[in-house]
């Protein structure tokens, strides 16, 4: 199991182990919640998707990685407590 984490990039060190986080594009990111969205999540539900957990994410990760994505102004994102709201600016492109 560790040499197959570590031939994936997620673990590095010889003889002490760390985790290595991956490093995800916000393309990435607004592709997965444009899919979630699609799926019919909202709010605090999409942060809590266990979705995130591919990139190794927590909550918190998840929700920086939205506030990145509104300061780009892909999309609109208010956390506050246990309230989110989250809304698509951009639209994800589609081929035909």
Known sequence: ???ALRDFGILKGFMKKKIQYPT????TVFHLLSILMAEGL???SIIE???WRMFLW???????ALNELSLRRWIGFEKTGRTVIIELKK???VEK
């Open 1 to 3: 199991m560790l040499s």
């Open 24 to 27: 995800i594009a916000l393309e």
């Open 42 to 44: 909202r709010s605090q």
């Open 49 to 51: 998707a266990p979705d």
């Open 58 to 64: 927590t909550g918190v990760d998840v929700a920086h």
């Open 91 to 93: 639209f994800p492109d």
